[in-house]
């Protein structure tokens, strides 16, 4: 995913205290959007066109879930 922008591309919508964010990124193009109404649960999705360690991505996130429920 380099700064041409090629074949990376993400998407999610997480809860947060005030609601939701959504996020929307493909290439160089971005939008995050919040609303007051909070989703059933954070959904993320990932497309990337270069080999990715998903097992370490998916701990990471996994991680940072938890902390912020302790």
Known sequence: MGSSGAGGRVKGVMRIQEGLVRIN??????????QSVAPPDSRVELISNTETDWNTLQTALLKLRLATHA
């Open 25 to 34: 990124r493909q290439g160089d193009d971005l939008h995050i959007e919040t």
